[in-house]
């Protein structure tokens, strides 16, 4: 005989799939939140960033070389490729995010039907 004991009411209330869906629902919307949140952040640091290293810029070069350097055949083409490649990029993770967010959301959304298990 086994003379270990445990904490389990045998008449106690089971959790069921449906309780574990909300909890699951309540956990997705909470990290996309915080997600959000800690980007948000980022965004506005990389902003605040990039005004000051424009700033230096327009402290350290004039006017003239910059429009000078611009108008560079091969230095506007490249300018023009990164910008089209951040683009791209920025697109891929954008969409990504929102197929990801609705994939997640609709999973942990859609209604189930109720389980006849039988209780002990």
């Not at 086994?2 to 045998?10: A, F, L």
């Not at 939140?33 to 990039?50: F, N, Y």
């Amino acid at each position: 005989m086994s003379s270990i004991q445990t904490n389990v009411q045998v008449n106690a209330e089971r959790t069921g799939l449906e309780d574990v869906l909300r909890s699951a629902r309540q956990l997705a919307r909470e990290t996309r939140g915080l997600a959000e949140s800690t980007a948000g952040v980022v965004e506005r640091e990389l902003a605040m960033a990039l005004s000051v290293a424009e700033s230096l810029r327009d402290r350290l070069v004039s006017e003239e070389a910059l429009k000078q350097a611009r108008a560079h055949p091969l230095m506007s083409r490249l300018r023009t490729d990164a910008h089209r490649a951040v683009d791209l990029s920025m697109d891929a993770i954008a969409t990504s995010y929102v197929f990801g967010v609705d994939l997640v959301e609709n999973f942990v959304d859609k209604p189930r039907p109720q389980l006849d298990l039988p209780r002990n």
